[in-house]
C-alpha cells in the first residue's frame, strides 16, 4: 500500500463547475500539506500549503485537512478551462531524518471544457 | 527570471553513457532536492542538499550522484545509463526543509 493515496482520474468537468480533488494517507505523522499544478511539459507549481488540520482559501481555492481521517482534499470554485492540468498531493513531517521529504500522491488528470 | 532553472530541457543518449544534468536557483533557498517522475507521473525524492551537506540520500543505485558546489547549485551526475533511468527529472528548492518547495521544468532523459 503507498503512503498517500490519489485518484489518477481522468476527471472532465464543465466550465463553472466546483472541482473536489482528494488524497488520502497512512502515515499519521504527516503534518505539512501541499497541493500542486502541474501542466504538460512542466514543473509542479504550488498552489497550497497548510500546516496541521484546518482549512485554508486563496481566491477560488480552498484546502481542506482533515488528520483525525487521514484525509485531505483540494476544491476548485468556478473551474476555468486553465484549470486542466495534473493534481498533485503532496506532505511531509518534522523531525527525524525526515528533513522535509515530500510524499506524493500520483496525481489527478482533471481537464475542464468550455 | 526564472527562479529554478535545469540544464538541458531534453538529453538523448545511449546506455551506457554518463550524463550530467545542472541546476541552479535564484531564490536565496538553503535547500535543494533532487526527485524522479516515471512515466505514470509519480514524483520520488531522490537526494536532498541543505547548505551544500547531503541530507536525504534515498535508496539510489550509487551510479547517481549529486554535488552542491554552492548554496544556489545541485547538479546530479548519472554513470553507466541504462534503461530504467529514462524519466524527467526535476530539481527544487526551498528556504529550509519543511518549507514550500519551488520545482524547475524538468529535464527529460531518454535512454536508446
Known amino acids: 500500500q503507498k503512503e498517500v493515496e490519489q485518484d489518477p482520474g481522468p476527471l472532465s468537468v464543465p466550465e463553472g463547475a466546483i472541482v473536489s480533488l482528494n488524497c488520502t494517507y497512512s502515515?499519521?505523522?504527516?503534518?505539512?500539506f501541499m497541493w500542486y499544478r502541474q501542466y504538460s511539459r512542466k514543473g509542479p507549481e504550488l498552489l497550497m500549503y497548510?500546516?496541521?488540520?484546518g482549512n485554508k482559501e486563496d481566491g477560488r481555492f480552498t484546502a481542506q485537512v482533515d488528520k483525525s481521517s487521514k484525509y485531505i482534499s483540494l476544491f476548485i470554485r468556478d473551474s476555468q478551462p486553465s484549470d486542466s492540468a495534473t493534481y498533485l498531493c503532496a506532505m511531509s513531517y518534522a523531525g527525524g531524518t525526515s528533513y522535509g521529504k515530500l510524499t506524493f500522491g500520483q496525481g489527478t488528470i482533471l481537464t475542464v471544457h468550455p | 527570471d526564472t527562479a529554478v532553472s535545469q540544464t538541458p530541457k531534453y538529453l538523448v543518449t545511449q546506455m551506457g553513457n554518463d550524463k550530467s544534468i545542472k541546476c541552479e536557483q535564484n531564490?536565496?533557498?538553503?535547500?535543494m532536492y533532487w526527485y524522479k517522475q516515471d512515466s505514470k507521473k509519480f514524483l520520488k525524492i531522490m537526494f536532498s542538499y541543505n547548505n551544500k551537506e547531503l541530507i536525504i540520500n534515498e535508496t539510489v543505485p550509487n551510479r547517481f550522484s549529486p554535488k552542491s558546489p554552492d548554496k544556489a547549485h545541485l547538479n546530479l551526475h548519472i554513470n553507466s545509463l541504462e534503461l530504467g533511468d529514462s524519466a524527467v527529472y526535476f530539481c527544487?528548492?526551498?528556504?529550509?526543509?519543511?518549507?514550500?518547495?519551488?520545482f524547475g521544468d524538468g529535464t527529460r532523459l531518454s535512454i536508446l
Open positions: 502515515n499519521s505523522a504527516f503534518q505539512y
Open positions: 527544487a528548492s526551498s528556504w529550509d526543509t519543511n518549507q514550500p518547495q519551488h
Open positions: 531564490l536565496g533557498h538553503d535547500t
Open positions: 497548510t500546516y496541521s488540520s
